[in-house]
């Protein structure tokens, strides 16, 4: 059972990522999935939530309308695309179904 996230990278202010979330083990279509982040210092923080089949999505104030989380279930895969990014983005970006954590992906905003 285990969630392999990948994607992650350095990129310019301004640039897109897209992070990937790997799934295996487990009924992937039975469990809502998440992506968190944490920066240096700061608490883990939600970033996005999608349902099941993917009908009821939540982002964070701080990333509506800059990033989409989306799911496939045939390919047990959460994606995280992320476009326009800013410095205040760069943090590990964690995958999560309940009870489980991804070993996460770096995601550093510098020019």
């Known amino acids: 059972v285990q969630l392999v996230e990948s994607g992650g990278g350095l990129v310019q202010p301004g640039g897109s990522l897209r992070l990937s979330c790997a799934a295996s083990?487990?009924?992937?279509?039975?469990?809502?999935m998440s992506w968190y982040r944490q920066a240096p210092g700061k608490e883990r923080e939600l970033v996005a939530g999608?349902?099941?089949?993917?009908?009821?999505?939540n982002y964070a104030d701080s990333v509506k309308g800059r990033f989409t989380i989306s799911r496939d279930n045939a390919k047990n895969t959460v994606y995280l695309q992320m476009n326009s990014l800013k410095p205040e983005d760069t943090a590990v970006y964690y995958c999560?179904?309940?009870?489980?954590w991804g070993q996460g992906t770096q995601v550093t905003v510098s020019s």
């Open positions: 999560y179904a309940p009870g489980l």
């Open positions: 999608i349902s099941r089949a993917g009908g009821n999505i």
């Open positions: 083990g487990f009924t992937f279509s039975s469990f809502a």
